[in-house]
């Protein structure tokens, strides 16, 4: 078989997200099990099923583990049903940050297919991907075919991140319009698609299954464009090309297949049903997918009970419905189970309720437990007489009780929380430091594990979220007070008069009505210099503020606890209409300095996403806004007049040394030409 027909597929085994905190400090989402099965399994079957032949799983956090799994599971052997091989890069930010390093890896020669690791499908590939290849027989400029399926708005699988609105040509399914609703209430859709366009299928009523069939160009295309973050960064920035570059994206609709990601907590929780209710036939726990999984594993009983080998279960206990019992799982008497997965060699007491309830292999439940719609982690413990509410998330290993009741949204780890600045949740963890007491009176005199705490301004997140509240929690150990009496120390030296004060918040509230409403640059600086002229603000004073606010406007939309990929995200479609904006302000040496003050306090009160700081220095260094002289100043030299504590101040300029090696590095490269 020659090279260009073998069929290649990417997994991005990888979130870049923190949703699944705190279970994702130990265990990638890739390998959190559904229905007692690794997600990447689903995946890998489903690609298998598709005849993909060669399979490129990109890994950043947790690499090891998920190279580990694929080396005992069998699907790195020369035996396995198609060749797996794993790609490593511990820098990447993002699934675009991903297909970059696939790019320059040159690992793909042909149309490939690219999903997520947390993918449950049983679509039917194969004609998707020859009606695809035969597209772009005939025109080249196809350069994506992006897979939708059919669901209502307020489907259970219809995750409210993914809610988009497609705009396609009714006779060729060409794609002329992707945005996504973020919940809004009205959309505006540009004039021009109705006036060029006369048969036009405007839907809201698509899933997005997050598979793609991509040209080899693809990854280049990525390469070319740093904009391009994800996938959505990608269609968005085709559609707005289109008539220069000549590139198109195609949708495909299926209606009686199923596709879903695992997402958040509540797809977590819709997709396990799916399967127990045999929605992802084949992929169902009483099917065997692999040689690795022992025949007749699981037999299937009415009202989709899974029964797995060597299950023993008090005549007096009661499983309902959608149940799934892994083997070697030992049950107690007068205990009722409904809608609910239980893993392997775990023990549930006696007078036990677990309704909704996720509990993954080797947990202990004591007698007279209560469990509601939660998810409960490998060797967790959970002594008598405990009653867990619906939301709740305990994570690997922790003890929990007896005799005390978890409230709903509660989530509790053997990892204290991180402060602001330390490592983000998706990255590997370093050992657990027990320098912070537990609490007895919240988990139990015999319980082990850390609460992670939300903010309660976060009621509607906490809710769309399953109750995983992303925020993050103030350390009670000696280096986060320290960190806390900074930050408020930086508070209140921040804290500007009342005219700047006044001026920012006027400032930023131009800007965000310019976003929404696409308001010229030009416009937009009239209304900021007379807000100037009007609160007597300096130059300085200016420059410091426009630059804050474009960051803050990104923080705005990505969320204030969103991490470095989410908020890159959310500046990156900023910054090109920002840029007239800014060039107007940011002229000479002076306000160029100015310029890196504003990025150095901002990232400094803002640790978690100071990584993004290499991609602002440069866009501003490509653009022509930021010199190469001014940069290399800034870094060499900490401001003692700055706003920002010096440990802060250490490290921004940490988080910029990649660029400055990069500069310093082009230097030598021009002085070396020029001799």
């Known amino acids: 078989m020659e090279q260009e027909d073998v069929l290649q597929a990417v997994i991005i085994a990888d979130s870049f997200d923190i949703r699944f905190a705190p279970i994702t400090k130990d265990i990638p989402r890739a390998l959190m099990p559904v229905a007692n099965r690794p997600l990447l399994e689903y995946t890998l079957h489903f690609l298998v099923a598709a005849g993909i032949q060669e399979i490129f799983v990109f890994c950043c956090a947790h690499a090891n583990k998920i190279i580990k799994y694929l080396n005992d599971t069998g699907w790195t052997s020369d035996k396995a049903p198609c060749q797996v091989t794993t790609q490593v890069s511990e820098d990447s930010l993002s699934p675009g940050d991903a297909l970059r390093l696939i790019y320059d890896r040159s690992l793909i020669r042909t149309d490939f297919v690219l999903v997520m690791g947390d993918l449950v499908s049983t679509i039917n590939l194969q004609p998707i991907i020859q009606q695809h290849k035969q597209r772009r027989l005939k025109d080249k400029v196809t350069v994506m075919t992006m897979l939708f399926r059919e669901a209502a708005p307020r489907h259970h699988t219809r995750s409210s991140d993914d809610d988009v609105v497609l705009v396609t040509e009714r006779d060729t399914n060409r794609v002329l319009h992707y945005q996504m609703v973020d919940g809004q209430s009205k959309l505006d859709l540009p004039l021009d698609l109705f006036s060029d366009q006369s048969d036009l299928d405007i839907r809201y009523n698509l899933l997005d299954c997050h598979v793609s069939v991509c040209s080899p160009q693809v990854p280049q295309l990525f390469a070319d464009n740093f904009d391009y973050q994800t996938r959505n960064d990608f269609v968005r920035g085709i559609l707005v090309h289109e008539e220069i570059m000549g590139n198109q994206v195609q949708a495909h609709v ?7 990601r695992v997402s958040s907590p509540p797809m977590y929780d819709a997709v396990s049903k799916d399967i127990l209710q045999r929605w992802t036939y084949p992929l169902v726990p009483d099917n065997r997918l692999s040689s690795q999984e022992q025949e ?9 009970v899974y029964r797995g080998k060597d299950v023993f279960l008090d005549h007096d206990s009661v499983l309902e419905e959608n149940v799934v019992i892994g083997p070697g799982t030992r049950i107690g008497s007068h205990t009722t189970i409904s809608n609910s997965v239980i893993g392997q060699n775990c023990v549930i007491g006696d007078n036990v309720s677990l309704e909704g309830a996720y509990l993954w292999d080797n947990v202990t439940v004591g007698s007279s437990c209560s469990l509601t719609q939660c998810i409960v982690c490998s060797g967790v413990t959970i002594a008598d007489r405990v009653v867990v509410e619906p939301s709740c998330v305990l994570a690997l290993n922790v003890v929990v009780g007896p005799d005390v009741h978890l409230p709903a949204g509660t989530r509790v780890s053997l990892h204290p929380m991180q402060t602001p600045g330390a490592e983000d949740d998706f990255q590997e963890p370093t050992e657990t ?11 139990g005199t015999e319980g082990k594990g850390y609460i992670w705490e939300g903010d309660d301004d976060q009621d509607s997140l906490v809710a769309a979220m399953w109750g995983l509240r992303l925020e993050q929690e103030d350390s009670s150990s000696e280096e986060s007070e320290e960190s806390s009496e900074e930050e408020d120390n930086l508070d209140e030296e921040n804290s500007p008069p009342d005219d700047i004060r006044i001026f920012y918040t006027e400032v930023l509230d131009s800007m965000q009505r310019a976003i929404e409403e696409n308001i010229n640059a030009d416009n937009l600086i009239l209304e900021i210099n007379s807000s100037k002229y009007a609160y007597n603000i300096s130059m300085q004073e200016l420059n410091v503020c426009v630059v804050r606010c474009v960051l803050e406007s990104a923080h705005i939309r990505a969320s204030l606890m969103a991490t470095a990929s989410e908020y890159l995200a959310a500046l990156k479609p900023l910054l090109q209409p920002m840029k007239g904006l800014l060039k107007n302000y940011i002229r000479n040496s002076e306000s160029q300095q100015d310029c890196l003050m504003a990025l150095e306090e901002y990232f400094g009160t803002h640790l978690n996403i100071s990584a993004v700081l290499v991609s602002v ?3 501003l260094y ?3 806004i930021l010199e190469e002289d001014s940069i290399l100043k800034w870094y060499r030299h900490t401001a003692p007049s700055s706003n920002v504590p010096q440990k802060a101040q250490q490290q921004v300029r940490t988080a910029a040394t990649k660029f400055i090696q990069w500069l310093q590095e082009a230097e030598e490269e021009s002085e070396e030409d020029s001799d």
Not at 254 to 260: G, H, L, N, P
Not at 296 to 304: E, P, Q, V
Not at 433 to 443: E, K, L
């Open 296 to 304: 007749g594993f699981y037999t299937l009983r009415r009202h989709h």
């Open 433 to 443: 430091v027990q320098h912070q007491t537990y609490q007895p009176d919240r988990i």
């Open 254 to 260: 299926v209606t009686d297949e199923y596709a879903a």
């Open 622 to 624: 490509n653009e022509d």
């Open 617 to 619: 220095l440069n866009f």
